[in-house]
């Protein structure tokens, strides 16, 4: 190998070796929760800072530990392997039922107090009222004396003349001389006279067998109060009181039954919200049982992201590999072009992991959808200067590699920064998310530019021709039988370019119809195999502990605001929840404001907090805290900020993202070509395969995860630039003076390096349908469709049949290069 060799191989060596120990578990760094994009501007980051802030209420994550064997063992175990993570707290069932019931006996307690109060004193007068009947019992006189003076003396029967009578005589006198038993019960303080009369108080043995069986004391109080009440209220009104209390304001409907099932036992582990995920899923693996909640689902999409990666690496560069045997049919152009790629994804991942140094997050989709990426464009761009660079060899061209590279490169480099241009309309978003999107992406395609003109620059600079044709003895022809299919259906296109069009433009409504007839969903299925540990833990989960919380706020003075309290109580009992706040307990509405209302105010706010019946992220806990939301209500919680950081990301994508990659990529494109109508004839076309991408993924997967069509029309409307541009600037350069004759000699000596490009792209990205997790499945299939719609459909006919229709108009307010 010549010295030139050396120092043209040498500095890619050096990179590569330099940079691989960098990549080494790169998903290790990967960020799979929302926390680090939730920012003060979403109203449910504010609400959980306030309840932090005014009520003390820290929100830690919940882990759901379901276990087999008895209850001893099984805590034993779960507090044994709770050791692996950071300041864990292990809380058992009964420590459960315990706070819940302490929280609402705490509540309910002033009212059992207040109406105990009111009780004592008919208490008071059962208790004298039995013990004055043992007295009686044991001096009949002393009670037969009582009746005499108080049915004796107003008949005018002689009664001995004591103190008792006197004060009798006046009580009798305050009455009106009528109530003669009311006027003994206030001069003996005896009950017992005011049940018998003027008829019967002499019976001696009706008085003896009275005081014997009396037990209706119930009676005696109404008859000394006027007040009706059962025996069990004036024997212990205390707990009289706590029952009817709990008749209507019922206590938490947990019980025992929500912990353990046959054998099983729930145990609820709770951590700090910046637990490591990688301690997290040690302890998965290291509990013999089933384990859920917001934290596993996270850890086992990073544990099976690590497992993806390495498959689609694999079938990433087999399937790649083997759709480059096919086109080219020569193994060193084809390890060139895998090399080229391999080196774009290790300074791809290199530069992102330098940048978590400064504080940078991978978001784990960015991560994932980097390998495609880097492999498709990079091989996409070396494809077509190696392409290029056979031509001028077959044509003699002195210079080949020079001349390939001045128009290939020059290609290349358009199309590259083009891509980098759209990808980075997402860093000017206000949206954290996207933000980290678009910096993953934009890294992405400088990466792939780089090795892609300068690796394969240098590569096809030091490698002898005769090499690049083996085991032919030719270098690979890229005008061949295969460009008749291109020349056809470019002749075609032009031939029937109306019906074509308006075809194109019914697939594209029809598309946009159905994809708004899909809603995406939030469902954590879409981020773990429907076969992993956290699936089936929630399965179980779903037949016990089925509740997750929002905090719903409300500011302003409680009374005034009492009426939306009640309101928004009222919904969250009505749906099967608890709410605990100013105007409710558990299932009971408090009618107006109480002692309660404060328990739940501080520094001008109120606070609901509702146990909503569903588990944290299902479909029916994000839609019912959007119908909160909606209806105007302040909520934090998980599933508030999941909903948040969702309708932002989306929201702010396509009203402002997309506007504006059109916009950039139109302005760019003007001044690359000098033309206004090319770069909107672009946005058109690439506006029809992305709706018809994503919406046969709406057909084929049914309900999709919410930032799948994002992607997808994210990197359709970045790469699929790269196509159209390839034809454009080829048909520019096509010295024919019929504009129908340039269009299908574009098309013919670059359709063919169109087509590979997009045959390599498409296989990279169907890669990701191998993967366990359904959303990369959805990305992988969709894009990987669209890609061939647009290699096979959308570049060799729809693109040329609207050139045709626009013809001279292609190159306004330019002129059409025909040097």
Same mark, same amino acid.
């Given at each position: 190998m010549s010295r030139r060799a050396v120092l043209l191989i040498l500095p890619w060596l050096v990179i590569v070796a330099t940079l691989s120990p960098f990549i080494i578990g790169i998903q290790n760094h990967f960020v799979y929760s929302d926390s680090p994009f939730l920012t003060t501007a979403y109203q449910s980051v504010k609400v959980n800072d306030i309840m932090k802030e005014y009520f003390n209420l820290t929100q830690r994550s919940e882990i759901f530990v379901i276990v087999n064997g008895s209850y001893n063992t099984s805590l034993e175990q779960v507090e044994s392997k709770a050791k692996i993570l950071e300041d864990a707290v292990v809380i058992n069932p009964y420590n459960i039922i315990s706070q819940e019931n302490k929280t609402y006996f705490s509540t309910i307690n002033p009212i059992v107090e207040n109406y105990t109060k009111e009780l004592l004193p008919l208490h008071n007068i059962y208790v004298n009222a039995v013990k004055t009947r043992e007295i009686l019992l044991q001096n009949l006189s002393w009670f037969e004396y009582q009746l005499n003076v108080t049915y004796g003396f107003p008949l005018g029967k002689e009664v001995r003349n004591?103190?008792?009578?006197? @004060?009798?005589?006046?009580?009798?006198? @305050?009455?009106? *001389?009528?109530?003669?038993?009311?006027?003994?019960? +206030?001069?003996?303080?005896?009950p017992f006279v005011l049940f018998f009369s003027f008829s019967n108080y002499t019976n001696s043995s009706l008085i003896k067998d009275f005081l014997n069986t009396f037990s209706n004391y119930s009676l005696l109080i109404k008859k000394v109060s006027g007040i009706s009440l059962p025996e069990e209220a004036i024997e212990n009104p205390r707990s009289y009181v706590l029952m009817k209390v709990e008749q209507i304001v019922k206590p938490p409907p947990i019980t025992i039954s929500n912990f353990h099932r046959g054998d099983s036992w729930l145990f609820i582990v709770t951590v700090p919200r910046n637990e490591s995920l990688t301690k997290v899923q040690q302890?998965?693996?290291?509990?013999?049982?089933?384990?859920?909640?917001?934290?596993?689902?996270?850890?086992?999409?990073?544990?099976?992201?690590? +497992?993806?990666?390495?498959?689609?690496?694999?079938?990433?560069?087999?399937?790649?590999?083997?759709l480059l045997a096919i086109l080219l049919r020569s193994l060193l152009p084809i390890l060139l072009l895998i090399s080229s790629a391999v080196t774009g994804l290790v300074i791809g991942y290199s530069v992102l992991y330098s940048l978590t140094l400064f504080g940078y997050s991978i978001y784990y989709i960015s991560g994932l959808v980097i390998p495609p990426i880097v492999f498709g464009i990079t091989i996409d761009y070396s494809i077509l200067l190696m392409y290029r660079y056979f031509e001028e060899l077959r044509k003699g061209t002195k210079n080949p590699l020079t001349v390939a590279l001045k128009t290939a490169g020059r290609g290349a480099t358009f199309s590259g920064l083009s891509i980098t241009l759209a990808f980075s309309t997402f860093i000017l978003s206000t949206s954290p998310l996207l933000r980290n999107i678009g910096e993953a992406l934009v890294v992405a395609s400088l990466s792939s530019l780089i090795p892609a003109i300068l690796f394969?620059?240098?590569? *096809?600079?030091?490698?002898?021709? +005769?090499?690049?044709?083996?085991?032919?003895?030719?270098? &690979?022809?890229?005008?061949?039988a295969r460009q008749k299919y291109l020349e056809k259906s470019a002749k075609f296109a032009i031939k029937w370019k109306y019906l074509i069009l308006a075809l194109m433009v019914i697939l594209a409504i029809g598309s946009f119809f159905v994809i708004k007839d899909h809603p995406t969903n939030v469902a954590f299925t879409e981020i773990v195999p429907s076969t992993s540990e956290t699936v089936e833990g929630e399965k179980f989960l779903s037949s016990m502990f089925n509740y997750s919380t929002d905090y719903i706020l409300f500011k302003g003075n409680p009374n005034s605001t009492y009426a939306n309290?009640?309101?928004?109580?009222?919904?969250?009992?009505?749906?099967?929840?608890?709410?605990?706040?100013?105007?409710?307990?558990?299932?009971?509405?408090?009618?107006? &404001?109480?002692?309660?209302?404060? *328990?739940?105010y501080s520094h001008n706010y109120s606070y609901v907090e509702a146990l909503i019946p569903y588990p944290v992220f299902s479909g029916k806990a994000i839609n019912f805290t959007q119908y909160l939301i909606n209806q105007g209500f302040m909520v934090g919680g998980s599933n508030a900020n999941r909903i948040d950081i969702v309708n932002n990301t989306v929201g702010i994508y396509f009203s402002f993202v997309l506007p504006l990659t059109i916009i950039a990529i139109a302005a760019y494109l003007f001044l690359v070509l000098r033309s206004i109508v090319i770069p909107l004839r672009l946005v058109f076309t690439l506006a029809i395969s992305s709706l018809i991408g994503v919406g046969v993924m709406d057909i084929v997967f049914g309900s999709v995860y919410w930032l799948s069509p994002l992607i997808v029309f994210a990197i359709l409307f970045s790469l699929g630039i790269d196509y159209d541009l390839f034809i454009v600037l080829r048909i520019r350069e096509e010295r024919k003076t019929n504009e129908d004759d340039r269009i299908v000699a574009g098309v013919k000596n670059t359709g063919l390096v169109v087509t590979a490009a997009g045959l390599i792209l498409s296989g990279a990205f169907f890669s990701l349908v191998t993967a366990d997790m359904r959303f990369l499945q959805e990305i992988g299939f969709s894009v990987g469709f669209s890609v061939l719609?647009?290699?096979?459909?959308?570049?060799?006919?729809?693109?040329?049949?609207?050139?045709?229709?626009?013809? +001279?108009?292609?190159?306004?307010?330019? @002129?059409?290069?025909?040097?």
């Open positions: 004591t103190t008792y009578l006197q @004060e009798f005589l006046k009580n009798y006198e @305050e009455h009106n *001389l009528t109530y003669a038993g009311i006027a003994g019960y +206030k001069t003996f303080k005896d302890f998965i693996q290291s509990v013999k049982g089933l384990v859920t909640g917001h934290f596993p689902i996270y850890a086992q999409s990073a544990y099976y992201t690590g +497992k993806d990666i390495e498959v689609i690496d694999v079938v990433t560069v087999a399937l790649v590999g083997f394969t620059f240098s590569m *096809l600079k030091i490698l002898p021709i +005769k090499w690049l044709g083996f085991p032919r003895k030719e270098v &690979p022809n890229p005008i061949d309290i009640a309101l928004v109580s009222q919904e969250v009992i009505r749906s099967g929840g608890l709410a605990y706040g100013p105007a409710s307990l558990g299932t009971f509405i408090i009618p107006k &404001p109480s002692y309660v209302t404060d *328990l739940y719609f647009d290699t096979f459909i959308v570049r060799p006919i729809l693109v040329p049949a609207i050139m045709s229709i626009l013809r +001279k108009y292609n190159w306004w307010p330019g @002129e059409r290069n025909t040097a």
